[in-house]
């Protein structure tokens, strides 16, 4: 096993995982601190070390509000430990890996994890990259700064550091991808057959780096979970973005919060400080986020990649059937009728001839849908179109979820089984839950070993066939309650026009 191995800054000892097949390495530096003048700068180069650095323990996670103190449903989930290590000098990936010597060309799986660019780490439980790993996958999670620390913009910052004046956290994931194919070698990985995923923002960031055109070539596949989102009646979602010069507006206000007028005075200050300012500041102006800064983003991601501007590898994505889902505020027909021609103008019409426009949902809004599915649908269909493009394979996670809460299948639940952790977590699995995990993550690791999700699963019989979606052949992979489902779903006239809806907003 490759217990010990050489990186370009020096020597790193893992530890057997539960498996003792698998080592795992947590904590490697890959960037130099992001602190003192590195604060809101582009990563520098991670200094190197003598000896053997043991990478047996996570590093401390990014600057954010304290995890597990909250009563919402991820503190019971996995984010439970309150006393977790957390600072600024967060800039560490950690690795799993199967190999035992270093020429075997193993796949690379490269993950951002989400949290609305605010929260999140790698150290989650469901993240633990030793299930892939028995299937002959290497695992790297990256960390990478969040919130105020991580999606700032400035005057000042801009005028220092003009090729790189925003949007921190995503190039510190492009730095982590880069030690990965600079180093991953000597891990027994293939620098040729990287995948990148995330889900929610982790799945916005790889739309982001998917459109980046400095990441082209950079990897081989990526898979993007739950974060095409739009609303097709409120627009909004998780990579719309903001101007340079919006960004730098606001950021001039938020230094005004903070109480300093320069650079060099907000770099002074402790990075508690500024995280608490900045919970206060989203209070009145919105998260920090992605910005459109004419380097690293050069537009909203998602339009880049409805117009086919995007790394021509192929992609996955879904979501899951209860999150996020979009409807109508209206306290009656009328109220809808009135709101359906603001949202739809001469289209208004058409929308109310649908049945399912005067459907109302238990909390009494009225035209249920799910804008996440629908946007997927209108991207990967404008993909399609433009021809040429490698495919895109969609997935509807629809497994009941047990529990006392009756959860349904809410946001990023489906980590648990892609990641094939349900061991980890409290609810009470049962041995069908164990058995879709099993195959999701079979799906996972043919994907991202091949650019193709079918294979077989553990006794060598095959999986069910899972074909790309498409114009000609709408192929959705549903995960049921006993399994999975492939299938040709033709889209409703309903589906239809609400795509088109999306795709029109997108495209602009």
Not at 165 to 183: C, E, K, S, T
Not at 214 to 223: M, W
Not at 397 to 402: C, G, Q
């Amino acid at each position: 096993m490759l217990r010990e191995v050489r990186t370009e800054n020096g020597i790193v000892r893992g530890l057997p995982a539960a498996d003792p097949r698998i080592t795992s390495f947590k904590g490697i530096p890959f960037a130099a601190p992001p602190v003192g003048k590195n604060r809101w700068r582009a990563p520098q180069p991670a200094e190197n070390w003598e000896g053997v650095r043991e990478a047996y323990t996570f590093a401390p996670i990014s600057v954010q509000d304290q995890p597990g103190v909250g009563t919402d449903i991820y503190c019971k989930e996995w984010h439970v430990d309150p006393e977790i290590a957390m600072g600024e000098d967060c800039l560490y990936l950690n690795v799993w890996t199967p190999a035992k010597h270093t020429d075997e060309k193993l796949p690379v799986l490269v993950w951002y994890f989400g949290g609305g660019y605010q929260w999140g780490y790698t150290a989650e439980m469901e993240f633990d990259g030793e299930r892939l790993a028995r299937r002959g996958i290497i695992v790297v999670s990256v960390n990478y700064r969040l919130g105020a620390l991580g999606c700032f913009s400035h005057p000042e910052i801009t005028a220092e550091s003009p090729d790189a004046p925003a949007n921190f956290g995503h190039l510190d994931q492009q730095a982590g991808l880069r030690w990965v194919i600079r180093n991953i070698e000597a891990f027994g990985g293939d620098p040729k057959n990287i995948t990148i995923a995330g889900q929610s923002a982790g799945g916005g960031s790889v739309l982001s780096q998917l459109t980046c055109p400095d990441n082209f070539g950079s990897f081989q596949k990526a898979i993007v979970m739950s974060a095409m989102i739009r609303s097709p009646y409120e627009g909004g979602g998780i990579a719309v973005n903001k101007t340079l010069e919006m960004a730098e507006k606001e950021g001039e206000e938020f230094f005004a919060l903070l109480g300093v007028k320069t650079l060099e005075e907000a770099r002074a200050l402790d990075a508690f400080v500024i995280r608490d300012k900045a919970a206060q500041f989203r209070a009145t102006h919105g998260l920090f986020m992605t910005t459109i800064d004419g380097h690293f983003c050069l537009d909203d991601p998602m339009k880049l990649f409805a117009q086919g501007k995007r790394a021509n590898v192929p992609v996955m994505s879904g979501n899951t059937t209860d999150e996020f889902t979009s409807a109508i505020v209206a306290a009656d027909e009328a109220e809808l009728e009135r709101k359906a021609g603001e949202i739809f103008g001469d289209r208004k019409a058409q929308f109310l001839s649908f049945p399912e426009a005067k459907v109302k949902a238990p909390d009494g809004r009225y035209a249920p849908v799910s804008g996440l599915e629908c946007t997927i649908k209108a991207l990967t269909l404008e993909n399609d179109a433009l021809g040429g493009l490698e495919p895109v394979y969609y997935y509807r996670f629809d497994v009941d979820i047990p529990g006392e809460d009756h959860p349904g299948t809410f946001h990023s639940v489906d980590l648990w089984f892609f990641f094939e952790t349900l061991a980890k977590c409290w609810r009470p699995f049962i041995g069908r839950h164990y058995d879709i995990a099993r195959k999701m993550c079979n799906y996972w690791a043919n994907f991202i070993r091949s650019g193709n999700p079918e294979g077989v699963d553990i006794d060598g019989t095959p999986l069910e066939s899972w074909r790309p979606y498409t114009a000609a052949e709408p192929f959705e992979m549903t995960f049921t309650a006993h399994g999975p489902v492939g299938a040709v779903a033709e889209p409703s006239g309903f589906e239809k026009f609400i795509v088109e809806k999306l795709h029109r907003d997108i495209i602009g």
